[in-house]
């Protein structure tokens, strides 16, 4: 699991909510400069990498991140990279959208979807 922000907060409840799943947490706490080595480490070890982020998609640092493990742990993946992330669509201000928007709620399901691949 790698992540940062308020995300990373979201992936240590999941966590919190599944006590049977053994997994790495990496909390990004710079962007800039990148932590490539523990997240390429964690890879080689886990065969698996899940990206939480707050943001949307596009033009989001788990597309950098994404690609950076698909250039040097290929041959380590037991599974695709998968990216859970913001809706593609305008930041909501109505609490209850705003919930929909954020993709904490999608983290779970995301995770063990990657977990059973």
Not at 17 to 28: E, F, G
Not at 35 to 59: H, R, W
């Amino acid at each position: 699991m790698i992540s940062y922000g308020a995300a990373t907060h979201w992936a240590l409840e999941t966590l919190g909510k599944n006590p049977t799943i053994n997994a790495d947490v990496i909390d990004l706490r710079t962007l800039q400069p990148l932590d490539t080595e523990t997240i390429y480490n964690s890879v080689k070890k886990t065969g698996k990498a899940i990206i939480l982020q707050e943001d949307s998609l596009f033009g989001g640092i788990a597309s950098d991140i994404s690609a950076g493990i698909m250039e040097n742990c290929f041959q380590y993946l037991d599974a695709p990279v998968k990216r859970v992330v913001s809706m593609e669509s305008p930041i909501p201000f109505a609490s209850q959208l705003e919930q929909q928007y954020l993709p904490k709620d999608r983290f779970e399901s995301a995770l063990k979807s990657l977990l059973d691949y």
